[in-house]
């Protein structure tokens, strides 16, 4: 794991680029071509996060949570359930079902 250290600091340019400081680059092995997505945490704070290459943010967190939501037919019985208690609810204020 890497300790947080402060590398160096940037500029905004009037093209509102920035250039990241060398050492940080080396230290977190980032390469040319890297895709990164930004964060905006506050007003003074944004997160930079790298995506392996030729790999988008869904294809990256694909399948992830599976621990949280199950596979994919628990979810389906779990969207199933749902819907159903949509009707139930529908019936208890006395509106007619869809």
Do not use: C
């Not at 402060?6 to 977190?28: C, D, F, M, W, Y």
């Not at 003074?44 to 037919?73: C, I, M």
């Not at 009707?87 to 007619?96: C, K, S, Y």
């Amino acid at each position: 794991m890497i300790m947080p250290t402060r590398v160096g600091e940037t500029t905004i340019t009037g093209k509102n680029q920035i250039s990241l400081p060398a050492e940080g680059v080396r230290i977190l092995g980032w390469k040319r071509g890297d895709r990164l997505t930004v964060r905006v945490l506050d007003e003074n704070t944004v997160v930079l996060t790298r995506w392996p290459k030729g790999q988008s943010a869904v294809e990256y967190f694909a399948g992830k949570l599976g621990h949280v939501f199950g596979d994919h037919d628990e979810v389906l019985r779990y969207l199933d359930e749902e819907r159903r208690s949509w009707g139930e609810l529908g019936r208890d204020l006395g509106t007619p079902d869809s």
